[in-house]
Every structure is written in structure tokens, then in C-alpha cells.
């Protein structure tokens, strides 16, 4: 088995996620997160890690505020249209593109970042626990670690509700795997005892499209889905929601570094 690879899938990709719905939810719900709590390290330039992220949506977003971004993803395609991204900004950004597996990625070769993202990637992993781990490594102390990871438990109440019973009887194995289906969701109390054994502190948790995928197939006539996007932002940090999301955002601060 091996972790997957998004080349074949690259235009799709990009179009699925962040040219719908789904991707406004999910790009809303990040930035609000994310926003306030970048602020704090009072730092006007930023080193941030984006691994695993595509064609860089929320990187070209930080380095059009003037971060310093390095974009690793282990799609050749989806590097490539990033670059082309980039080179048509209206302003320069200060984007390295690595292209390589995020568990290749060392301090030795490119140091310690103030921010790591790692974004709809852990769901894809063999081992999420491990790689995980080995990206911490990278992270300054008081750095930012963000993750949003595919629910689980999500996936299972999403099925229930569309009458899936016999793909929930089965633990959601399928004779054949849908291209954007997560091979590998996680559960929520799993991840939290991850950061716990790995002393981050949690900073904020957030449930993304805690309404969306649950949307009836007939709406009201007058359906708005920018209120829908106000709402997801309204509920994503209330249980039962939060919960319920079909991505969890997990944003957590490495220990400060020891004094003796």
C-alpha cells in the first residue's frame, strides 16, 4: 500500500475542492482560524510549511501577506500548477515548491518553520500518526501546527442518514475506492490523544461542513449560500457540530523551548 499520490487527479482536484461550495466552507473555516492566532507570534514574516497542499491555495494566500511559504506536495501536477499560479499573481510571492513525499522533508535541509499546515492530507496516509510526528520535528518552539484531517465518525453519520447501512455495516469498505474518497479517516479522540502525547497545546478545534453534507437534496427557493457559509462558521465550534464535521481543524502550539 501507498500513500496517495494526486497526479492523475490534479484538474479534478483543484476543481472539487476549492472551485465549489465545499471549498468556500473549507477556506472560510481556516482563515478564521487561523487569522488571530498567527497574529499572536508577532512576527510580520512568517516561515510556513504547507505539506501536502496541492496547488497551494492557502499558501499563495499567506505569502500574498508577506510570509515566506514552502509548498511541498508529492504531485508533480499539482506543483506545476501552483508555479503557473504564482508567476501569474498580480505581486510576487515567496513561494519554494518542493516536490517529494512531506515524510522525506528534514530540518537539516530546510530548517525549522514558525508554521506548519497540513491540511486533508493525514486521511491519505498509511501511517498519519508517524508522518505526523516526523513534521513536528520541523516546528519551532511556540510554532503553529494546523491540521484538518477527515472525520470519521462523520462519514459513518453521513452514511446512517443516507440509508448506507450495509457500507456501515462493512466499515465502509468499498470493491472499489471512489478517486476523492479519504482511504484512511480518523477519529477525533484519536488525533486529540496524538497532540496530547506530543504536548501541543490546543488552541482551537473546529468542525468544516457541519452543515453542508447534510444539506436535504430540496431546498427552499430562496436558499443563500453565502448564509449558508455564515451559518458553518456560526456552529463549526459548537458540539454537537463540531463534532459532526465531515473535516475537523485541529490548530495547536508547540511546547516553548526549555531554559535551564
Known amino acids: 500500500m501507498q500513500d496517495k499520490n494526486f497526479d492523475k487527479l490534479s484538474l479534478k482536484f483543484a476543481q472539487n475542492i476549492y472551485g465549489t461550495t465545499k ?4 477556506a472560510a473555516v481556516l482563515w478564521r482560524d487561523l487569522m488571530p492566532e498567527l497574529a499572536k507570534l508577532q512576527k510580520p514574516k512568517l516561515r510556513i510549511l ?7 491555495f492557502l499558501s499563495q494566500k499567506l505569502a500574498a501577506q508577506g510570509h515566506d511559504v514552502v509548498l511541498c506536495d508529492i504531485s508533480e501536477q499539482m506543483l506545476a500548477l501552483a508555479q503557473q499560479q504564482i508567476a501569474a499573481s498580480d505581486i510576487p510571492l515567496s513561494v519554494e515548491l518542493v516536490h517529494s513525499p512531506i515524510q522525506a522533508l528534514t530540518a537539516a535541509q530546510y530548517g525549522h518553520f514558525d508554521v506548519i499546515l497540513c491540511h486533508a492530507v493525514a486521511e491519505w496516509l498509511i501511517d498519519a500518526k508517524t508522518t505526523l510526528a516526523g513534521l513536528l520535528a520541523l516546528l519551532k518552539p511556540n ?16 452514511s446512517l442518514v ?9 466499515d465502509f469498505v468499498v470493491k472499489k475506492k471512489v478517486g476523492l474518497t479519504p482511504t484512511h479517516p480518523l477519529y ?7 497532540f496530547a502525547q506530543w504536548q501541543l497545546t490546543m488552541l482551537t478545534q473546529s468542525g468544516v461542513r457541519v452543515i453542508n453534507d447534510y444539506l436535504k437534496k430540496h431546498l427552499p427557493a430562496d436558499f443563500d ?3 449558508l457559509i455564515e451559518m458553518e462558521l456560526a456552529y463549526s465550534q459548537r458540539e454537537p457540530y463540531l463534532s459532526l ?7 495547536a502550539q508547540s511546547p516553548a523551548p526549555q531554559t535551564r
Open 23 to 26: 471549498g468556500e466552507i473549507r
Open 50 to 56: 504547507d505539506a501536502g497542499g496541492g496547488f497551494g
Open 143 to 158: 510554532g503553529l501546527f494546523s491540521l484538518m484531517f477527515f472525520n470519521k465518525e462523520a462519514l459513518r453519520f453521513h
Open 162 to 170: 443516507s440509508g448506507n447501512f450495509d457500507y456501515v455495516k462493512r
Open 188 to 194: 477525533i479522540e484519536d488525533v486529540r490523544q496524538w
Open 225 to 227: 449560500t453565502q448564509q
Open 245 to 251: 464535521g465531515r473535516y475537523v481543524h485541529f490548530l
